[in-house]
């Protein structure tokens, strides 16, 4: 659930959840001066959460892509208790800290892990029967939910730079799957029976991804609202996610997933079960390295520099689809890619605008936008 759940921005999995504003700093622990050069180095910082991103996506896409997987409760549920176990591990050794359980907090709180495990969910599935590279182009199509969500709901501006970069994002999605429907006939036939079933499969992505997209906006609108009442920094928020999210999970695998000992065998055959289960436990521990990194990059950095960074990190992470997995190479498959990728350079540039001239009006109690957080997240995703 990590991951993928990364937040979006909004990445989205659950190391990323609930990222609204920029992360706190780590503990500082006393540094000798060889050591204090490396830790406040900004390259190290922002090339960690560019490889933290990178992992996540692709472990969960490395379990998700295999043909017979159907477990998709049971792999959130796995990642989520993994990260609990690093998180708590940290905490114990006081190289983080976070609020202890509370019931009420808990029932505050509920809600918003209900809409995750919605946004992830949904996430899985897409990531199932998508490429890496369409499904990081189609993530950019939340940022123009929550933009319009803010509008509606906290008095938020759409500025002209950032409705262009929206049309970039839209266009951006168009060519991805044109591209991929455009492969799919072009090596299977038009009239061909595996063309067709090929064809199913984009479909079928395609509206997960369409209904992730409004489970992601619904996720980070909500949770705005929601942590007035809690006031959760970067780590709390990631300790209930995951907490409150297990026994969901774990009833929602047992009732609505297959348990039989023929489709265990075929989720994890013999041959790679060992390599799936070390990619379950490596995606869980990723939520763990992204939030760090996160912290880490905006400490040593800015929080302009981190959502640039965000940006600039679609690129990576969608050619690590074609690199890692059999993606398209095609004209067009690297058109979509090219224009999602300006597209999030502009949205961040017009973001960094937009705050910078909130720096010299004398605006009292201005909300800080959630959009402009949901650079980050397909950007783990």
Same mark, same amino acid.
């Given at each position: 659930?990590?991951?993928?759940?990364?937040?979006?921005?909004?990445?989205?999995?659950?190391?990323?959840?609930?990222?609204?504003?920029?992360?706190?700093?780590?503990?500082?622990?006393?540094?000798?001066?060889?050591?204090?050069?490396?830790?406040?180095?900004?390259?190290?910082?922002?090339?960690?959460?560019?490889?933290?991103?990178?992992?996540?996506?692709?472990?969960?896409?490395?379990?998700?892509?295999?043909?017979?997987?159907?477990?998709?409760?049971?792999?959130?549920?796995?990642?989520?208790?993994?990260?609990?176990?690093?998180?708590?591990?940290?905490?114990?050794?006081?190289?983080?800290?976070?609020? $202890? /359980?509370?019931?009420?907090?808990?029932?505050?709180?509920?809600? *918003?892990?209900? =809409? !995750? +495990?919605?946004? %992830?969910?949904?996430?899985?599935?897409?990531?199932?029967?998508?490429?890496?590279?369409?499904?990081?182009?189609?993530?950019?199509?939340?940022?123009?939910?929550?933009?319009?969500?803010?509008?509606?709901?906290?008095?938020?501006?759409?500025?002209?730079?950032?409705?262009?970069?929206?049309?970039?994002?839209?266009?951006?999605?168009?060519?991805?799957?044109?591209?991929?429907?455009?492969?799919?006939?072009?090596?299977?036939?038009?009239?061909?029976?595996?063309?067709?079933?090929?064809?199913?499969?984009?479909?079928?992505?395609?509206?997960?991804?369409?209904?992730?997209?409004?489970?992601?906006?619904?996720?980070?609108?909500?949770?705005?609202?929601?942590?007035?009442?809690?006031?959760?920094? $970067? /780590?709390?928020?990631?300790?209930?996610?995951?907490?409150?999210? *297990?026994?969901? =999970? !774990? +009833?929602?695998? %047992?009732?609505?997933?297959?348990?039989?000992?023929?489709?265990?065998?075929?989720?994890?055959?013999?041959?790679?079960?060992?390599?799936?289960?070390?990619?379950?436990?490596?995606?869980?521990?990723?939520?763990?390295?992204?939030?760090?990194?996160?912290?880490?990059?905006?400490?040593?950095?800015?929080?302009?520099?981190?959502?640039?960074?965000?940006?600039?990190?679609?690129?990576?992470?969608?050619?690590?689809?074609?690199?890692?997995?059999?993606?398209?190479?095609?004209?067009?498959?690297?058109?979509?890619?090219?224009?999602?990728?300006?597209?999030?350079?502009?949205?961040?540039?017009?973001?960094?605008?937009?705050?910078?001239?909130?720096?010299?009006?004398?605006?009292?109690?201005?909300?800080?936008?959630?959009?402009?957080?949901?650079?980050?997240?397909?950007?783990?995703?």
């Amino acid at each position: 659930m990590s991951d993928d759940k990364k937040r979006d921005d909004y990445t989205i999995d659950m190391g990323e959840k609930g990222r609204l504003d920029s992360p706190p700093p780590p503990p500082r622990p006393a540094h000798t001066p060889s050591t204090a050069a490396v830790v406040n180095n900004p390259i190290f910082p922002i090339l960690s959460y560019c490889a933290s991103s990178i992992l996540m996506t692709v472990t969960n896409k490395f379990v998700l892509s295999g043909l017979d997987f159907n477990l998709n409760f049971f792999l959130l549920c796995v990642q989520s208790v993994v990260c609990i176990i690093a998180i708590q591990t940290c905490k114990t050794f006081g190289w983080i800290t976070y609020r $202890d /359980f509370n019931s009420d907090e808990a029932k505050k709180w509920f809600p *918003i892990s209900l =809409l !995750l +495990i919605g946004m %992830i969910y949904t996430s899985t599935k897409a990531l199932q029967f998508l490429s890496i590279p369409v499904y990081t182009i189609f993530k950019n199509l939340t940022i123009i939910l929550i933009a319009y969500g803010e509008v509606l709901w906290f008095g938020g501006v759409v500025t002209g730079m950032a409705l262009f970069s929206f049309g970039l994002m839209v266009l951006s999605s168009i060519i991805a799957a044109w591209a991929d429907i455009r492969h799919a006939l072009d090596n299977y036939g038009h009239l061909n029976t595996e063309a067709a079933a090929k064809i199913s499969t984009l479909n079928a992505g395609y509206v997960w991804m369409m209904i992730n997209c409004f489970c992601s906006a619904a996720y980070v609108l909500g949770m705005r609202k929601r942590i007035k009442l809690t006031n959760f920094a $970067d /780590f709390d928020t990631m300790f209930y996610n995951n907490l409150l999210s *297990i026994p969901i =999970l !774990l +009833i929602c695998s %047992i009732l609505m997933e297959n348990w039989s000992s023929e489709n265990v065998g075929k989720n994890f055959p013999i041959d790679q079960r060992n390599n799936l289960i070390i990619a379950m436990v490596f995606s869980g521990l990723s939520s763990v390295f992204i939030s760090y990194t996160s912290a880490w990059c905006v400490r040593v950095t800015s929080s302009t520099t981190y959502s640039m960074v965000g940006a600039l990190n679609k690129l990576p992470i969608a050619l690590s689809g074609l690199i890692f997995f059999d993606a398209p190479v095609t004209f067009p498959s690297v058109s979509a890619i090219a224009v999602g990728f300006v597209s999030g350079m502009v949205y961040a540039l017009a973001k960094v605008k937009q705050s910078a001239k909130k720096v010299g009006l004398p605006v009292s109690n201005a909300p800080m936008s959630a959009s402009s957080q949901s650079v980050r997240d397909g950007l783990k995703s």
